[in-house]
Nanobody
């Protein structure tokens, strides 16, 4: 069992930056594929970024060049650095962990409670 707790969301103006953190419980964090997803009101949950156990990274085209996912296995934490934020990035951001992972949300086994990111124009 893995518990995930996100933090770092908030209100920022367009062009600004935020860094999200996700702390995982358990001693097997380093084995998990970690992902960030987001869900805006009235829309489906969508893939943002993911990172493998050995730090290979994947990004949705909408965030490439602006967002960076990273992990620190020593402190069971995955990060999402978000730069040049746009109003369309506004959503609840979720951290997820899975033994398989990838870009499809159903491939993940564990989810955090989410953190709100709001980008004003």
């Amino acid at each position: 069992q893995v518990q995930l707790v996100e933090s770092g969301g908030g209100l920022v103006q367009a062009g600004g930056s935020l860094r999200l953190s996700c702390v995982a419980s358990g001693r097997t964090f380093r084995r998990y594929f970690m992902g960030w997803f987001r869900q805006a009101p009235g829309k489906e949950r969508e893939f943002v970024a993911a990172i493998t156990w050995n730090s290979n990274t994947y990004y949705d085209d909408s965030v490439k060049g602006r967002f960076t996912i990273s992990r620190d296995n020593a402190v069971n934490t995955v990060y999402l650095q978000m730069n040049i934020l746009k109003p369309e990035d506004t959503a609840v951001y979720y951290c997820a962990a899975g033994s398989v992972g990838g870009t499809y949300y159903r491939a993940y086994d564990y989810w955090g409670q989410g953190t709100q990111v709001t980008v004003s124009s």
